[in-house]
Nanobody, 122 residues
Framework: QLQLVESGGGLVQPGGSLRLSCAAS????????IGWFRQAPGKEREGVSC????????YYADSVKGRFIISRDNAKNTVYLQMNSLKPEDTAVYYC???????????????WGQGTQVTVSS
């Protein structure tokens, strides 16, 4: 069974950091682009970042550029999202998703994790 499992969410104060993990089981992440998306209450799911399978190219939404870093460890079959300088507006459920290439629309992704809650609050 093909699965993506996110972990690492939690409650953090503004300005703090968290590292999210997206672990794959049942398939090898090497051949997939992995995107991170987030969804806040009452809002649409939005793309945060993506890392390609071919050359490791990375993409970021303007709202997180310079603060978030996406990386992959193929040996561990895991993709990470390092989130620094967190702001209250980063509060959302964060999802990772797999696809052949990095694309902006969430509907294009084939595999999804269950999500992990990130709350930024003092």
């Amino acid at each position: 069974q093909l699965q993506l499992v996110e972990s690492g969410g939690g409650l953090v104060q503004p300005g703090g950091s968290l590292r999210l993990s997206c672990a794959a089981s049942g398939f090898t992440l090497d051949y997939y682009a992995i995107g991170w998306f987030r969804q806040a209450p009452g809002k649409e799911r939005e793309g945060v970042s993506c890392i390609s399978s071919s050359d490791g190219s990375t993409y970021y939404a303007d709202s997180v550029k310079g603060r978030f870093i996406i990386s992959r460890d193929n040996a561990k079959n895991t993709v990470y999202l390092q989130m620094n300088s967190l702001k209250p507006e980063d509060t959302a459920v964060y999802y990772c998703a797999g696809n052949g290439i990095c694309v902006s629309g969430p509907d294009e992704y084939d595999y999804w994790g269950q999500g992990t809650q990130v709350t930024v609050s003092s």
